[in-house]
């Protein structure tokens, strides 16, 4: 099965898909407001999410009547939402009661804490503990 993120559809049958014509689509590009992928010859291939993006800018110019300025910018907010809920997800499976513990390297990444690395640190008032120089997240326990 192919991915949606897959560039495969020429100009032409994405212009198809998508209900627009080449030029357009040529327009959008230039403007980034879809930016397809390139084969070794610099043709533009789109792949199903392009078109997907591309029928949402005609609905957005449409039906809602935003100009490409402001399509381009709803698309790159709802790129960065996606970006952040991924992270979010992330970020929960560590955090979850029962789950692994992790901390943040002096570089800001998020690293596992090995069971063998944990102990026990009771926080002075005001401070969060520490492992290492790195910060971990924690969670108090109801006393």
């Known amino acids: 099965m192919v991915s949606d993120d897959a560039p495969v559809y020429v100009i032409s049958v994405a212009a ?11 327009q959008y ?25 591309l029928r949402e800018v005609q609905r957005l110019s449409h039906d ?5 300025a402001g399509i381009k910018r709803i698309l790159a907010l709802e790129g960065e939402v996606e970006q952040l809920m991924r992270q979010v997800e992330y970020l929960r499976a560590f955090a979850e009661p029962g789950r692994r513990i992790f901390t943040a390297d002096p570089t800001g990444d ?34």
């Open 16 to 26: 198809e898909l998508a209900g627009m014509h080449p030029q357009t689509l040529r």
């Open 29 to 53: 590009d230039r403007l980034g407001i879809v930016s397809p992928g390139r084969a070794r010859g610099r043709g533009r291939r789109y792949s199903l999410r392009d078109i997907a993006n």
């Open 64 to 68: 809602e009547g935003i100009n490409l």
């Open 110 to 143: 998020v690293v596992a804490v090995r069971r063998s690395e944990r102990r026990t640190v009771r926080p002075v008032r005001g401070e969060l503990p520490s492992h290492r120089g790195s910060l971990i997240l924690w969670r108090p326990t109801p006393r």
